[in-house]
């Protein structure tokens, strides 16, 4: 039996900052049987995770490129693929059997027809909805998980800053610094995302950088005393005010750089003085480095969330044909906390 399958790509590599215009809704067939003798696994997608890294990948070249099967280039006219929860419909790998759910690397559709070692891991029936494995309990989870506390090292009533803390992984990794009893600061694009921050999250502070005129002033103000441990994902701009308020042996742990994503994001440029002398270290890092700690991280966030102590904050819109707003979106700063795209019931 075929059914029909939609699917996005990209009509041409990207240069600056993305658009819709430059996404297109295809649809094909995809059969929902395997041949015999096949170890082929068909998958109906439920959940795809919409994360800005991405961009790079569509790039005609990055320096993302070549360094991770994560980060392999996407060319025009090709499936898209990222991290998907799904389904198995129809197995000829002995694995795998009908009706299992799966977490892994798999297209940006309705259906993908995958092999065993694009498969992340098997999911088992668990009290948290199932779109957290592709935030809070996945990737985005692991990162603040291990940027924060494997990287940074952080002590009890340490000064905390974090970027785009609304974000998917700038929000968990404010709570884990609350829960440490460390003071954060977390910045973000609107006042409303502020307001969460303080009043849903527990952050000390938040404030929206849009109505800062000097981020370096702005940094003084809530951290007179200086930084101990700056969670950056947005480079830029606020990684130099940042260094220019830490405290010696100060830490920085690089998870992403949205604002240098696209051509027009001004290059951070930190006073190399700072670095030197204030002895500073400065990391950037995948989650995929810290898979040697994901069951510890597994094990301790599901019991945060399982006890209320840890807290989720989801933004999801529904069906394949939502995924080029949803990923523009990323970078207007649409989003609160994990974008996920739903597309069926489990």
């Given at each position: 039996?075929?059914?029909?399958?939609?699917?996005?790509?990209?009509?041409?590599?990207?240069?600056?900052?993305?658009?819709?215009?430059?996404?297109?809704?295809?649809?094909?067939?995809?059969?929902?049987?395997?041949?015999?003798?096949?170890?082929?696994?068909?998958?109906?997608?439920?959940?795809?995770?919409?994360?800005?890294?991405?961009?790079?990948?569509?790039?005609?070249?990055?320096?993302?490129?070549?360094?991770?099967?994560?980060?392999?280039?996407?060319?025009?006219?090709?499936?898209?693929?990222?991290?998907?929860?799904?389904?198995?419909?129809?197995?000829?790998?002995?694995?795998?059997?009908?009706?299992?759910?799966?977490?892994?690397?798999?297209?940006?559709?309705?259906?993908?027809?995958?092999?065993?070692?694009?498969?992340?891991?098997?999911?088992?029936?668990?009290?948290?909805?199932?779109?957290?494995?592709?935030?809070?309990?996945?990737?985005?989870?692991?990162?603040?998980?291990?940027?924060?506390l494997e990287l940074c090292k952080p002590q009890k009533g340490e000064k905390v800053f974090i970027s785009a803390?609304?974000?998917?992984?700038?929000?968990?990794?404010?709570?884990?610094?609350?829960?440490?009893?460390?003071?954060?600061?977390?910045?973000?694009?609107?006042?409303?995302?502020?307001?969460?921050?303080?009043?849903?999250?527990?952050?000390?502070?938040?404030?929206?950088?849009?109505?800062?005129?000097?981020?370096?002033?702005?940094?003084?103000?809530?951290?007179?005393?200086?930084?101990?441990?700056?969670?950056?994902?947005?480079?830029?701009?606020?990684?130099?005010?940042?260094?220019?308020?830490?405290?010696?042996?100060?830490?920085?742990?690089?998870?992403?750089?949205?604002?240098?994503?696209?051509?027009?994001?001004?290059?951070?440029?930190?006073?190399?003085?700072?670095?030197?002398?204030?002895?500073?270290?400065?990391?950037?890092?995948?989650?995929?480095?810290?898979?040697?700690?994901?069951?510890?991280?597994?094990?301790?966030?599901?019991?945060?969330?399982?006890?209320?102590?840890?807290?989720?904050?989801?933004?999801?819109?529904?069906?394949?044909?939502?995924?080029?707003?949803?990923?523009?979106?990323?970078?207007?700063?649409?989003?609160?906390?994990?974008?996920?795209?739903?597309?069926?019931?489990?």
């Amino acid at each position: 039996m075929e059914v029909q399958n939609k699917y996005i790509v990209i009509k041409h590599h990207i240069e600056d900052a993305p658009k819709e215009a430059i996404f297109e809704l295809k649809t094909g067939t995809i059969a929902l049987s395997v041949a015999p003798g096949s170890d082929d696994i068909i998958v109906k997608n439920l959940y795809i995770s919409i994360d800005p890294y991405q961009i790079n990948r569509m790039k005609l070249s990055s320096s993302s490129q070549g360094t991770s099967s994560f980060a392999a280039p996407i060319n025009p006219g090709e499936a898209i693929d990222g991290a998907v929860i799904g389904k198995v419909v129809a197995s000829g790998n002995a694995k795998f059997q009908k009706d299992d759910l799966v977490l892994g690397v798999f297209t940006w559709a309705q259906y993908s027809l995958v092999k065993e070692g694009s498969i992340l891991r098997k999911l088992e029936s668990s009290e948290f909805p199932l779109s957290y494995y592709l935030g809070v309990l996945g990737f985005n989870g692991l990162s603040a998980y291990a940027g924060f506390l494997e990287l940074c090292k952080p002590q009890k009533g340490e000064k905390v800053f974090i970027s785009a803390a609304g974000g998917a992984v700038g929000n968990v990794v404010g709570q884990y610094a609350k829960l440490l009893g460390c003071y954060v600061v977390g910045c973000a694009g609107t006042q409303k995302k502020v307001e969460l921050l303080k009043k849903e999250l527990g952050f000390d502070e938040a404030f929206n950088y849009k109505e800062e005129k000097d981020l370096n002033y702005a940094l003084k103000r809530y951290f007179p005393d200086g930084i101990d441990v700056y969670f950056d994902n947005v480079g830029g701009e606020t990684l130099e005010a940042a260094v220019a308020n830490m405290r010696i042996f100060g830490r920085v742990a690089v998870c992403g750089v949205i604002s240098e994503y696209s051509s027009g994001g001004r290059k951070a440029s930190p006073n190399m003085l700072d670095i030197v002398y204030k002895r500073i270290s400065i990391r950037g890092f995948l989650a995929a480095d810290f898979l040697n700690v994901f069951e510890d991280f597994l094990s301790k966030t599901s019991d945060y969330l399982r006890t209320g102590k840890l807290k989720t904050i989801e933004d999801i819109s529904s069906g394949v044909e939502s995924i080029p707003s949803a990923f523009v979106g990323l970078f207007k700063g649409d989003n609160i906390g994990k974008k996920v795209i739903s597309l069926a019931e489990e």
